[in-house]
């Protein structure tokens, strides 16, 4: 089955770069999605079709593809950005999300 | 956009349960609709989704043959009929919207969850 694999944890200081990847076999072909998750709170998108943000969602968030490995990156992490982020994709094996990345920011 | 769950329970192992999930806010036939479920302190698993008309299908290995998906587009409603329940299902459901009418597409609008406990 189809499986993507993320790093269980990230850790910056406020202002810092956060850059949180995802590995999946189908990358090329497929599009990576992007979800925060705030402690007790339902999953946001904040990047979709690998790079496309959301219009309610702050310009520090980016997304980028290259070959098997996707990467959301946080330019100037902020506290509130501390989060569980996790990638997802569909492809004709399944929709799957990644195992998650908890990020800190302190 | 509102997507709003219930039905959740504590039920025992071997048992049944129908989720609910009422949805508001847009053209409910328009769009798929997934079931996303979280364990207790665990990642995300996506478990099912269901196309605009019903009219297919699709489902996570971990629940294949034990969970029905479905929907009554006259209500607005989306539906989860688990069935042969393991204490490995006990988790938050999440409903969510599709930004797509079929398969292909991603979740863009989340409920809050129902909470479903398997136990003895």
């Known amino acids: 089955s189809y499986e993507l694999i993320q790093s269980p944890s990230v850790s910056v200081s406020p202002g810092q770069t956060a850059r949180i990847t995802c590995s999946g076999d189908a990358f090329p072909k497929k599009y990576v999605y992007w979800y925060q998750q705030k402690s007790g709170q339902a999953p946001v998108v904040v990047i979709y079709?690998?790079?496309k943000r959301p219009s309610r969602i702050p310009e520090r968030f980016s997304g980028s593809s290259s070959g098997t490995q996707a990467t959301l990156t946080i330019s100037g992490a902020q506290v509130e950005d501390e989060a569980d982020y996790y990638c997802?994709?569909?492809?004709?094996?399944?929709?799957?999300f990644g195992g998650g990345t908890k990020l800190t920011v302190l | 956009v509102l997507l709003v769950e219930s039905g959740g329970a504590v039920v025992q192992p071997g048992g049944s349960l129908r989720l609910s999930c009422a949805a508001s806010?847009?053209?409910?036939?328009?769009?798929?609709m997934h079931w996303v479920r979280q364990a207790p302190g665990k990642g995300l698993e996506w478990i099912s989704l269901?196309?605009?008309?019903?009219?297919?299908?699709y489902y996570a290995d971990s629940v294949k043959g034990r969970f029905t998906i479905s929907r009554d587009n006259s209500k607005n409603s989306l539906y989860l009929q688990m069935n042969s329940l393991r204490t490995e299902d006990t988790a938050l459901y999440y409903c969510?919207?599709?930004?797509?009418?079929?398969?292909?597409?991603?979740?863009?609008?989340w409920g809050q969850g129902t909470l479903v406990t398997v136990s003895s």
């Open positions: 269901i196309t605009w008309d019903g009219d297919a299908t």
């Open positions: 997802y994709s569909t492809d004709s094996s399944g929709n799957v």
């Open positions: 079709e690998d790079s």
């Open positions: 969510a919207k599709s930004t797509s009418a079929n398969y292909f597409g991603y979740l863009d609008y």
């Open positions: 806010g847009f053209t409910f036939d328009d769009n798929a």
